[in-house]
């Protein structure tokens, strides 16, 4: 340790350049020695994307900083809206790998441009400007699809749907999710596999096998929908779908926000940056 606290700040910088977001924010702790190296735009620059640059230029609102560490933080825990709001982007604060999340009025939803059956509202709570809400529908079909070039590559992702339920809801104890590329797995294919998931509490049969929801820090509610491995990045469109097609049960009650895909977490590290 002392021979490496004689190093250069530069050639410090460099080192923890190739550790990990919690590995310089541990050194940064350490000493004041290593406090400006760990903090260094040389380190942090490192953990973002390759394209970070590029992303936030599409961002709805500026994105202001005055250090690379900065703009880090503010990304893991303040998403920002892309592409005219159509997205939100994040970073996994462990790993600095890509999080988007669809937002509703880009999936597909049967029916949903029927208001009789889905209505579209403002809600304090969302990050965009509408969510989808349920009336009534007997056929549930959500679809939501992200380019896999978009995400970090060599990562395994999961995708979630991220809802609410309204104070009445009704036929939403269990349905059917599954996640696909979509040039390489047929649609017939993929439903075979699909998973149970369970977004309202079956008060029959407390022990429900399948997805449960958990409650986020933005206070909305989330399903695992599926997971995929993001190789290269050069698989298509990667598919996300939630669906109940028995006719003879009606479903409401059911808010949308969006899908979200994000990196599943590699980190069993409870320390926070």
Known sequence: MDSFTKLPEESVSEILSRTSPIDASRFAVISKGFNSAANSDTVWGRFLPSDYSQIISRSVYPVLYAAKKELYLSLCHSPILVDGGKLSFSLEKRSGKKCYMVGARELVISWGDAPVYWEWISYADSRFSEVAQLRFVCWLDIRGKIKTQMLSPHATYGAYLVFKLAERCHGLQSADAVVRFVDVEADND??????????????????????LPVRR?????????????????????????????????????????????????????????
């Open 217 to 273: 820090s933005d206070g909305w509610l989330e399903i695992e929908l599926g997971k995929f491995c993001n190789g290269r990045g050069d698989n298509g469109d990667a598919e996300a779908r939630l669906m109940e097609i028995e006719v003879l049960s009606g479903k409401s009650g059911l808010i949308v926000e969006g899908i979200e895909f994000r990196p599943k977490a590699q980190f069993n590290s409870l320390e926070k940056l």
């Open 190 to 211: 993929a439903e075979k596999r699909a998973g149970v998931v369970h977004l309202q509490q079956d008060n029959g049969s407390p022990r429900q096998s399948g997805q």
